[in-house]
């Protein structure tokens, strides 16, 4: 299978802070990524879709503002949680499309965020 | 949007047994996968179906468009298949994004 590839695994950070968050397909070029969140216990939510060279497409109800995310290569996407306050502490994961609108989706490891 | 429902929520198995997950979309979708959660959260792709069976050792997986559902079959169950399973499929014309149920929490007893 492809590989795609997140840094960091975990972090914490103070309430206030800024946080960036890396996805990267390390196999193949990945012109669409989405961004999840899960909750311990729960499903995964589908927080945004990245595309590269142009602005991504948020979900209902997400903040675009307290979630920035920027696709600027093939291979890169990140997720900026901006101002990060502790109801923000999650599980993010990403993925990256291979194949087109009717391809497989790759997971990346996740990253386990803690805001204190 | 597109509801995605699995069952069941929970399942219990002795080691060696067999177990049938089941994945039901509110809608047709446009791409079906299955995954497996392990502890550490890395989501596994076990099987892309939108359509068809497909088979992958002890695992095998069953997608029947027209009615809109899609079976993951575990054979012969052993402890490392504990864990979450996930089906999760995309709606048409909405760029590939997946739609994810609620899980199956699968735990095989030694």
């Known amino acids: 299978g492809a590989v795609v590839s997140q840094h960091p695994s975990w972090v914490i950070c103070k309430s206030g802070t800024s946080v960036k968050i890396e996805c990267r397909s390390l196999?193949?070029?990945?012109?669409?990524m989405f961004w999840y969140r899960q909750f311990p216990k729960q499903s995964l939510m589908l927080m945004a879709t990245?595309?590269?060279?142009?602005?991504?497409?948020?979900e209902q109800g997400v903040e675009k503002d307290k979630f920035l995310i920027n696709h600027a290569s093939l291979t890169l996407s990140t997720l900026t949680v901006t101002s990060a306050h502790p109801e923000d502490s999650s599980f993010y994961i990403c993925s990256a499309l291979r194949g087109g609108n009717t391809g497989e989706l790759f997971f990346g490891e996740g990253s386990r965020l803690t805001v204190l | 949007g597109i509801q995605v429902e699995q069952s069941p929520p929970d399942l219990i198995l002795q080691e060696g047994a067999n177990s049938t997950l089941r994945c039901n979309f509110s809608?047709?979708?446009?791409?079906l996968q299955w995954f497996h959660q392990n502890p550490w959260g890395q989501l596994i792709n076990l099987f892309y179906?939108?359509?068809g069976t497909k088979q992958n050792g002890r695992l095998s997986a069953t997608t029947v468009a027209t009615e809109r559902y899609s079976l993951l079959y575990i054979s012969s169950s052993q402890t490392t298949d504990s864990g979450v399973y996930f089906c999760?499929?995309?709606?048409?014309?909405?760029?590939?994004?997946?739609?994810f149920g609620q899980g199956t929490e699968l735990s095989v007893k030694p």
């Open positions: 809608d047709s979708v446009n791409n």
């Open positions: 999760a499929g995309g709606p048409y014309n909405q760029g590939g994004k997946l739609i």
């Open positions: 990245s595309n590269e060279g142009s602005k991504a497409t948020y």
């Open positions: 179906i939108p359509s």
């Open positions: 196999d193949f070029q990945a012109t669409t």
